[in-house]
């Protein structure tokens, strides 16, 4: 199945992605070293082949071990993953979200964070106002 798919992953098969992905590459005893309340060796070596089904990875073999890696770019799927955040916890509101994150943090923003973010909201003002003048 394609990544693209998005089939819906456990919350297990999720904590084993994120260890992949934040590694770059795993093989299944580091998954387990990383893991809180990690399952047996077994129990992750079969997670890592139904994430390899889902399309999520993909394994290369290194002597006896296999290795696993990202099937998919990390900003690519942290881009999905974002989306399902917003779509559960703020009904697909972006602006729930900031608003909520800068509730909680906006103190340990720096200057040069507030600038960015404030320089991105301004492009995204000049975009939907070309596309407004194009339509």
């Known amino acids: ?3 693209s798919a ?3 992953l456990s919350r297990r098969e999720r904590q084993i992605l994120d260890v992949v992905y934040a590694r770059g590459r795993a093989s299944a005893a580091e998954v387990v070293a990383d893991l809180p309340d990690a399952p047996s ?4 070596r079969t997670f890592l082949r139904i994430l390899e089904e889902k399309g999520h990875v993909v394994h290369s073999e290194e002597g006896r071990t296999y ?3 990202p099937s998919r770019p990390q900003k690519r799927a942290g ?3 974002f989306r ?3 779509d559960v916890f703020f009904g697909g509101s972006l602006e729930e979200a900031v608003a909520a994150h ?3 943090s906006a103190a340990d923003l720096d200057d040069a964070q507030l600038k960015r973010l404030a320089g991105l909201i301004r492009e995204a003002r000049r975009t939907r106002q070309n596309e407004r ?3």
């Open 67 to 69: 290795v696993y890696r």
């Open 41 to 44: 060796k077994t129990a992750v």
């Open 133 to 135: 003048a194009r339509a």
């Open 102 to 104: 800068l509730g909680e």
């Open 84 to 86: 399902r955040v917003l």
């Open 1 to 3: 199945m394609p990544p």
């Open 6 to 8: 998005e089939p819906s």
């Open 79 to 81: 881009a999905g993953a």
